[in-house]
């Protein structure tokens, strides 16, 4: 079974400043990694995605990701918050690519940006 | 990029009667689309698969009875939440899967928040 950890319910950070939001991820075979984001009563947007190949991955709105095989872990991080970063981040995993079957999701991480 | 879209966007219906929620691919066909339930602050928890001609597979503890799926054509996916009751409200999502293979994503509809009185 895979499961998503993400770690840090909120996350604040300042304008400018560096975004890192953690997940870590377990699956049995090897797994296809995503990054979603959420605006208040909206769907999930894609933001990045890692299937196979280069293990940093760029998304839309600067963000990016790095898939570390050996620590199971796929952070987001962005160089500088703007305001309007804020918003719930999701990580999801799939064995099979994310289409042919659901994705399993983390509990989220909320991102605060301070002015 | 790929739209899906919901209709309704937000519903209110009393305890006891159905409710229809619609997931459309609004450009392109998608053989597959899911559907994800989300509580107030917490993650997506996929309920089913739906794949266009053939009957939705479920996932453990989901009730297929309760939450009718039909998949009737290649841009239309329904879910019908049968004798609704309060523990029912929560915001619905669907997703259509786009492409095949590795190269597939899922585009996420923009959810329909159902209140059951």
């Known amino acids: 079974a895979q499961s998503v950890t993400q770690l840090g319910s909120h996350v604040s950070v300042s304008e400018g400043a560096l975004v890192l939001l953690r997940c870590n991820y377990s699956s049995s075979v090897p797994p296809y990694l995503f990054w979603y984001v959420q605006y208040p009563n909206q769907g999930l947007q894609l933001l990045l995605k890692?299937?196979?190949?280069?293990?940093l991955v760029k998304g839309i709105n600067g963000f990016e990701a790095e898939f570390k095989k050996s620590e199971t872990s796929f952070h987001l991080t962005k160089p500088s918050a703007h305001m309007s970063d804020a918003a719930e981040y999701f990580c999801?995993?799939?064995?099979?690519?994310?289409?042919?079957?659901?994705?399993?999701f983390g509990k989220g991480t909320h991102l605060i940006i301070q002015p | 990029g790929a739209v899906v879209s919901q209709h309704p966007s937000r519903v209110i219906c009393k305890s006891g009667t159905s409710v229809k929620i619609e997931c459309r691919s609004l450009d392109f066909q998608a053989t597959t689309m899911f559907w994800y339930r989300q509580f107030p602050k917490q993650s997506l928890m996929l309920m089913a698969t739906?794949?266009?001609?053939?009957?939705?597979?479920?996932e453990q503890g989901v009730e297929k009875d309760k939450f009718l799926i039909n998949h009737a054509s290649l841009t239309l996916s329904t879910l019908t939440v049968t004798s609704a009751h309060p523990e029912d409200s929560s915001f619905y999502i669907c997703?259509?899967?786009?492409?095949?293979?590795?190269?597939?994503?899922?585009?996420f509809g923009p959810g329909t928040r159902l209140t059951v009185l």
């Open positions: 890692y299937t196979t190949g280069a293990t």
């Open positions: 739906s794949n266009e001609g053939s009957k939705a597979t479920y």
């Open positions: 999801a995993v799939s064995d099979s690519g994310g289409g042919a079957d659901g994705l399993t």
């Open positions: 997703s259509a899967r786009v492409g095949t293979g590795g190269t597939d994503t899922q585009y």
